[in-house]
């Protein structure tokens, strides 16, 4: 069993937010991508994790705040929150504390429950993330119905094309695909995804994972709405302000 089923094999242990703990309404990540590329501005959505089970570690003493209020905000659509607190040293509370930001929070954790959804509404979330390589098609679509009568947007990423089949009859999710294989935590030579993503038309497309100062100007986010990236930014390279100039072409 990988690292990624043992968190959701743990699931039913985490300690939950039960009670609304919301400052503000919710703040939708997907108009706020679709506002930056109506500007023909790619969209960077930025993460927050102090440690990751590749072997990432934040910056000692990171503070998250002065993280997200130090990033370059032309291209900021929403912020990213690892909140899984065994493997990522993450929390509800960094969700909590981030409402103020006023920026859109996609609560980057492993759900697999309505009451893990809740959680994240209750403790300020925006947005939540699915992993279709690890939740069956029926749990899926009652995770995404749950959270989109919440009002919450949802992000559905996936890595393994086999996974992604199915991901079109999602009409109102924001489409991730993680070039990180989440089996293995290798970046996989294997990016199959990327024509299988890009030939979602009509969807708000974001590339996740492993997008640096040395390849952002590749040409790999052509055909995307966004970016999400962490280990890069919070290591202190150059990619915000990168991002900020890189033109976002209308794709349908
Ligand atoms: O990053 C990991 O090691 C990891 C391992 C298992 C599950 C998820 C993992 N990361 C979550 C992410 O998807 C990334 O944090 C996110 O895409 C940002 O990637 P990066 O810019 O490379 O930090």
Redesign the pocket.
């Known amino acids: 069993m990988g690292?990624?089923d043992e968190i959701y094999r743990k699931n039913s242990k985490r300690a939950l937010v039960k009670k609304y703990r919301r400052t503000r309404p919710i703040l939708s990540m997907s108009k706020s991508i679709m506002r930056l590329n109506s500007r023909k501005r790619l969209a960077l959505i930025a993460?927050f994790?102090r440690a990751?089970?590749?072997g990432?570690r934040s910056p000692e003493g990171l503070n998250l705040r002065e993280y997200f209020s130090g990033i370059n905000t032309a291209a900021l659509a929403g912020i990213s929150i690892?909140s899984e607190p065994e493997y990522f040293s993450g929390s509800y509370a960094d969700i909590e504390n981030s409402q103020d930001l006023n920026l859109p929070i996609l609560v980057?954790d492993f759900i697999s429950t309505e009451e893990m959804v809740d959680s994240s509404f209750n403790a300020g979330g925006d947005c939540i993330l699915l992993i279709s390589d690890f939740l069956e098609f029926r749990i899926l679509t009652e995770l995404y119905d749950h959270a989109l009568n919440l009002g919450m947007d949802v992000l559905i990423e996936f890595h393994d094309v086999k996974s992604a089949v199915n991901l079109y009859s999602f009409s109102d999710a924001i489409i991730g695909y993680?070039r990180?294989n989440?089996r293995t935590?290798e970046m996989d030579p294997d990016q199959r995804g990327m024509d299988e993503i890009l030939g979602m038309k009509n969807r708000i497309r974001i590339l996740?994972?492993?997008?640096n100062s040395g390849n952002i100007g590749s040409g790999m986010l052509r055909g995307f709405n966004g970016a999400?990236?962490?280990?890069?930014i919070l290591s202190g390279e150059d990619v915000t302000d990168k991002i900020a100039k890189m033109e976002y072409e209308a794709y349908v």
């Open positions: 690292i990624v993460e994790k990751s089970p590749s990432f690892l980057k993680n990180r989440l935590l996740e994972s492993g997008i999400l990236i962490g280990s890069s």
